[in-house]
């Protein structure tokens, strides 16, 4: 395996590449990062079993079905031991992770989720994700404590005006501070993922290089893109289309931002996510899988609550039984010639670290 010798490109030369449309460049492109990951995290696809657990939220973010505002969704939480039932599922299907995602849910005490955690960790050999939003250190630290071993918030865009914009903070709340979050997941231990939307209105070409960059300069370990797709049910308080430079929210849009990442981050995990198979669901994942990605992340929620997750339309797999994801999964990774991963999955990067610390 190699030291993870990150590609040494310029601002301007990412901006470039996300400004290319010659299909036999893209072609380059794809290539170039293929063999990338394939030298640096290896053929294996690694499966998070995903738990989406709750989708209340206190948030009012412009493009979310789950915001605060939507009066028109069915509101649920998941009980512990229904959560304890898919965990044990995905233990048996052979995942290494489970993924733990809700929205920003303070019905949600600490406690609750700490001993839901404990559980987990207790009966299984599972690592555990959580992806809860933006909570206070003093809890985020109980759960670490508690057995969690990764932490996902994604810092959306990098552009200020642009993330206030779509994401307005709650009354008495101070403004966000993402990337001061992050540092603060990674000093309490978290192997930590963030990621951003493409193709939000108002995002230029120049905002989402400044966003891969960030990528690098924050080491992460884990690291989701994906298409902005607006919930119909969101505020509409958005920003109007740029009249020149914004990123268009598009499939091969996606592929570009997957494959500049793998390139200037080798040994993060990358997950192709299901937003790709929302916008082609015959082969959206393969060719993010194709192009750099190493994760994906099949859906162990109960069916009864996977439509009520409703955080942008027609989400893929949303009526598939959590064993049908699999086989579906299996199935299409093999026909890429790639197989399964083994064991937990954590990131090289994050490996490496804790052995020089």
Not at 155 to 168: A, G, K, V
Not at 214 to 229: A, N, S
Not at 251 to 263: C, D, F, N, P
């Amino acid at each position: 395996m190699s030291q993870w010798v990150r590609s040494l490109m310029t601002h301007d030369e990412i901006r470039t590449w996300l400004e290319e449309d010659r299909s036999e460049q893209l072609d380059r492109l794809w290539a170039r990062a293929n063999a990338v990951r394939r030298e640096n995290v290896g053929d294996a696809v690694h499966l998070r079993g995903l738990i989406e657990f709750s989708n209340h939220c206190v948030r009012t973010c412009g493009y979310c079905g789950l915001n605060s505002t939507n009066r028109r969704i069915q509101r649920y939480r998941m009980t512990a031991d229904e959560i304890l039932d898919c965990a044990h599922a995905a233990a048996s299907y052979g995942y290494g992770t489970v993924v733990m995602q809700s929205g920003e849910d303070y019905g949600i005490s600490a406690l609750w989720l700490a001993d839901v955690i404990c559980r987990i960790h207790r009966e299984t050999e599972l690592a555990i994700t959580l992806s809860v939003g933006e909570r206070p250190l003093d809890e985020l630290k109980r759960w670490r404590d508690a057995g969690a071993d990764r932490y996902l918030l994604r810092f959306e865009t990098s552009n200020r005006d642009l993330y206030d914009r779509i994401h307005p903070p709650r009354a008495g709340q101070d403004r966000s501070d993402r990337f001061e979050l992050l540092r603060q997941l990674r000093e309490i231990g978290y192997e930590t993922g963030s990621g951003v939307m493409i193709g939000i209105p108002g995002q230029t070409y120049d905002d989402l290089a400044t966003d891969i960059e960030w990528f690098g300069r924050l080491e992460l370990d884990m690291i989701g893109v994906g298409p902005f797709i607006p919930h119909p049910a969101g505020p509409t308080a958005l920003l109007p289309p740029a009249e020149e430079g914004q990123v268009p929210n598009t499939e091969q849009m996606a592929y570009k931002v997957v494959a500049l990442t793998r390139l200037l981050c080798p040994a993060s995990n990358i997950p192709s996510t299901s937003a790709l198979a929302t916008l082609n669901q015959t082969e959206g994942r393969e060719l993010g899988l194709q192009r750099g990605a190493n994760v994906v992340m099949p859906n162990c929620t109960p069916t009864r609550y996977r439509a009520l997750y409703d955080i942008y339309p027609a989400k893929a797999c949303v009526d598939e039984t959590a064993e049908q994801c699999l086989h579906c999964l299996r199935a299409r990774i093999a026909s890429i010639g790639r197989s399964v991963g083994e064991g937990r999955g954590d990131s090289p990067a994050y490996i490496n670290r804790l052995a020089t610390t």
